[in-house]
């Protein structure tokens, strides 16, 4: 009755875990829609202004970018790191931290490397290794634009003052619930434009098409970082909402195993029983 005792238990335990798992994945699957809706509706903007920026910036001198394109030898540069503050969402975290150190180790041989980081998990893992100049955990407290535009000035003022060569930020970008894809992409300095791009369109410009750019270059880098951020937020509540989904799935599992296997244990043990009594009462006659 002991192996009993210790099935029941067993079962017990693992129904509390399937009740956890099963809120966690409503709870993801409810934060996810309202993610997924924003980063949908900022995708097509950020494409937008992207296009339009390099489109008149094809038109212009080379120089009009001014000290956000200025190309330099990379002699020291920075990653920016986006994980989340939460575990339990299967392999979002290590997917990211793995991606970056196979872009340093590959790409930046004998280069000074800093990180920043946004998400504590990667910064327990990369602060390890790695020297992190700072670690913004506090940004999904409350996610908006102002919030991460202000981390965005802050590297435009590294790169201008020559702190950093260039700027890389990693995260994953959200494709679907089950799906998360690793980027790295290039921050600052601004990538330049490739082939012989020009605005097709009849446009009348005012200001001038300088001053247009100079003031679009700031404001498409914070919204280069923010649809980033965005992405690894929805990113990381479709692979909770999965990964709790896959624990109930398992856990449900393995308690119709214990239950089958306490249900033959006690058959069994009620099996014994009777043939004790049917022993005893055949002793008793003879």
């Known amino acids: 009755m002991a192996n009993l005792k210790e099935i029941r ?24 829609k309202k993610a997924q809706d924003a980063i949908t509706a900022m995708r097509p903007y950020s494409s937008k202004l992207t296009e339009l920026l390099q489109s008149l910036s094809a038109t212009l001198d080379s120089d009009v970018g001014g000290a956000y394109s ?57 602060a390890k290794s790695y020297n992190v100049i700072d670690s913004r955990n506090d940004v999904f407290d409350e996610l908006t634009f102002e919030n991460v535009a202000g981390i965005a000035q802050g590297l435009m003022d590294q790169f201008v003052e020559g702190n950093y060569d260039k700027i890389e930020i990693v995260y994953n970008r959200f494709k679907n619930a089950a799906t998360q894809i690793p980027q790295v992409e290039q921050f600052l300095p601004i990538k330049p434009v490739e082939g012989d791009a020009t605005t097709n369109m009849d446009y009348i410009f005012e200001p001038s098409k300088e001053e247009i750019v100079l003031e679009l270059i ?13 992405d690894s937020f929805a990113a990381e509540h479709g692979a909770r909402m999965t990964a709790m989904h896959k624990a109930t799935d398992n856990a449900k599992e393995l308690r119709d195993e214990l239950l089958l296997t306490y249900n033959k244990a006690r058959q069994a043990a009620i099996t014994n029983e009777i043939l004790e009594i049917v022993g005893g009462a055949e002793a008793l006659n003879n």
Not at 97 to 115: A, M, P, R, W
Not at 218 to 230: E, G, N
């Open 70 to 126: 200025k190309q330099r030898e990379v002699s020291k540069a920075l990653f920016v790191v986006v994980t989340s503050n939460r575990g339990l969402c299967g392999g979002f975290n290590s997917s990211v931290i793995k991606e970056t150190i196979k872009s340093i180790e590959e790409n930046y041989q004998g280069v000074e490397v800093d990180l920043l980081t946004i998400g504590k998990k990667g910064n327990d893992i990369l």
């Open 9 to 32: 238990n067993r079962i017990t335990s693992i129904g509390s875990t399937m009740q956890i798992t099963s809120a966690m994945k409503m709870v993801s699957a409810a934060k996810l």
């Open 218 to 230: 700031p404001k498409s880098l914070k919204t280069q970082l923010f649809k980033a951020v965005r």
